[in-house]
């Protein structure tokens, strides 16, 4: 298995409340994916970042923040949860460029419930 | 806009049953399609990708096939069991950038 944990697995935060959910590689790979995965919806990336300091966003990046100051940590932080963002999310990460074809790894996921 | 389609969406099977999982896209200029797979409760794992100047590509009792003409692609699996159970996500990678589009999935079920 790929060296990626995050935390937390599991949270119930209120709306209105900030959270930040924090990805962890050991495997010095470049880039770094946040996804969220919802019924009907399958996976949507949100942001990712191609080097320490250096992000994009995705196809649903409207209310999150990312953020990455060393190569091995990926933070994703939602300012002010709403209902619309429970979901699951999934980190990822990738040595190269993905249509190079290069495997990409994902993570546990973290299981967010905004109340 | 790139969109990725799942056909069926659940699936159940006896054990050592050949099985088809379909899954078609609109946007033909892609660079790659890969297929995962995905447990309850975990994240996904690649079993196989198809770079676009591929026809298919096989793993043991895996093989995915790849027409991008026609923005289709399909996962075989030979002789099912019970440990194929998981549901099973195609995605591919296209000139929108550094992002994979996913389908929906296919929840497979294998019965003994």
């Known amino acids: 298995d790929a060296g990626i944990t995050q935390s937390p697995r599991h949270k119930v935060t209120e709306t209105g409340t900030p959270v930040t959910l924090r990805c962890h590689q050991t495997?010095?790979?470049?880039?770094m994916y946040w996804y969220r995965q919802d019924p009907g919806h399958g996976l949507r990336l949100i942001h990712y970042?191609?080097?320490?300091?250096?992000?994009d966003k995705g196809e649903v990046s409207d209310g999150y923040s990312v953020s990455r100051s060393k190569t091995e940590d990926f933070l994703l932080t939602l300012e002010s949860a709403t209902s619309s963002q429970t979901s699951v999310y999934f980190c990822?990460?990738?040595?190269?460029?993905?249509?190079?074809?290069?495997?990409?790894?994902f993570g546990e996921g973290s299981w967010l419930t905004v109340v | 806009k790139q969109e990725v389609t799942q056909i069926p969406a659940a699936l159940s099977v006896p054990e050592g049953e050949n099985l088809v999982l379909n899954c078609s896209f609109t946007?033909?200029?892609?660079?790659?399609l890969q297929w995962f797979r995905q447990d309850p409760g975990k994240g996904l794992t690649s079993l196989l990708l198809?770079?676009?100047?591929?026809r298919e590509q096989t793993s043991g009792r895996l093989n995915a096939s790849l027409d991008k003409s026609s923005g289709r692609s399909t996962l075989y699996i030979a002789a099912s069991q019970p440990g194929d159970s998981a549901t099973y996500l195609c995605?591919?990678?296209?000139?929108?950038?550094?992002?994979?589009?996913f389908g929906g999935g296919t929840r497979l079920m294998v019965k003994p």
């Open positions: 990822a990460i990738s040595a190269t460029l993905l249509l190079s074809g290069n495997t990409i790894y």
């Open positions: 495997e010095n790979h470049r880039y």
């Open positions: 970042s191609y080097g320490v300091k250096d992000t």
């Open positions: 946007d033909s200029a892609i660079y790659n």
């Open positions: 198809i770079q676009s100047s591929q």
């Open positions: 995605a591919v990678n296209n000139n929108a950038g550094n992002m994979l589009t």
